[in-house]
């Protein structure tokens, strides 16, 4: 199933960039400590509570709830991201870019991240059957 899939995926994404959020050099941190550790104890919780539901959740309906929520949350923050980096590299550079640098390419896979969530939310449970593609074979 696509979303218990998902959500085990986003668990070990979420869990590694947490992890490597707390060794990442000042010079990509940006001098925000507060916020990188915040992103990174936000991470490893969601990464935690992706595995869980991934691996122990037996509802189908929830897992895919769970997908869904957490898809649209990665959604919103990959867009903001990409237009807050075009934002950031316009002040720098005079031209307004969509996205730019390291910012930018993390802000693009999170927006991947998150349309992939939404696709496995939306996926249908249960496979197209011989019957639903051909109504009038009896």
Sequence with gaps: MLARWY?????ILAIVSGILGFF???AMRGGATEAVITTSILSL???VVAL?????VESVRNVRWFAGIIGTIYLLMGIIGTIGSGAAAAQTTGMPTLASGLLGVASILTTLIGALGLAAALVPMRPVSEQALSPGIA
């Design 7 to 11: 959500s085990i995926m986003v668990g």
């Design 24 to 26: 990442a050099p000042a």
């Design 45 to 47: 919780i969601i990464g």
């Design 52 to 56: 869980w539901v991934g691996y122990r």
